[in-house]
C-alpha cells in the first residue's frame, strides 16, 4: 500500500534514514500542536557560510516535503561535507490535516519577525549561532500556470539557471504578474520594502535576508500538476541550487 505524503510519521522514519546514511544530526527543536519539529545539521556547518533549506511551512505543499527528502536520499554520500541546516517540515500538523496554516489558524511563513510564533522562534533559535550564504525554501502554488521562483540576492543570480534544469519537467510560469509582482521567465526579484514586510509580517525568506543571508530562493511548483512531477521538480531545483552554490566564484 502506498504511504500517503500527508503521513507525517512516515517522513521523517525517512529523514531519520538519511541522517544515519549522511552522518547528519536529526535533532528535535520544538513540539508544536502536539508534532515533533526537527532539524538536522551537517558536521561541516559552522565551519563555513551554511546552506540553509527547508519545506513543509504550508502543510498542503506535500510535494516540497517529498521532494526536499527526495533530493537528501540521493545525495546522502555528499551531505557530511556541506555546511547544511535542514528543516524537513516546518508545520507537521498543517501536513497531516493537509492545510496551509497551523492550528490556530496561523501563516507560519508571516510569523518570523519575532519569537511570539513557537516555530518561528525554534528556527530563529537553531539558526542563531550560524551565518548563511545561501538558502532555499520549497513551496507550492495552486494558482501558478508553471514553475517560478522568487529570488532575493546580493550575489550573482541562480534563478534563471534553476527553472532551466526543472524545466523539463515543468514549463515556467509565464505570467508576467504573479501575486500582483511583476515576473519574468518564471522569476520574480521584487523590490525589498521593509514596510510592507512590516505590515503583513516576515516570510522565512525576508528573516533570512534581513540577517544576511545572501542569496534566498523561495521555489514554487504548480500544485495542479502530479505529486510525483512536483516532488521531482523540487528535487531537481535543490540539486541544481547546491550544485551552483559549490561552483567556484569567477
Known sequence: MRRSSHDYTYLMQRWRAVA???GLRLVQIATVDGFPLYCLKSPALGHRSGLYLSAGIHGDESAATEGLLAWAQRFQSQMRHLPLLIFPCLNPWGLVMNRRSDAAGNDVNRMFHGDEHPTAAAVRETAAPYAFDSAMLLHED???QGVYLY????RPA???AILGAVEALIPKDQRSRVDGR???DGILRPRFSVKRFAEMGHPEAVWLHLRG?????TFETPSEASLEVRSEAHAVAVARMVELWSMPAV
Not at 151 to 154: D, G, H, S, V
Not at 213 to 217: E, L, T, Y
Open 20 to 22: 544515519r546514511g549522511s
Open 142 to 144: 495552486y494558482d501558478a
Open 213 to 217: 543571508c545572501a542569496r534566498s530562493i
Open 151 to 154: 529570488e532575493l540576492t546580493k
Open 182 to 184: 511583476r515576473a519574468r
Open 158 to 160: 541562480f534563478g534563471d
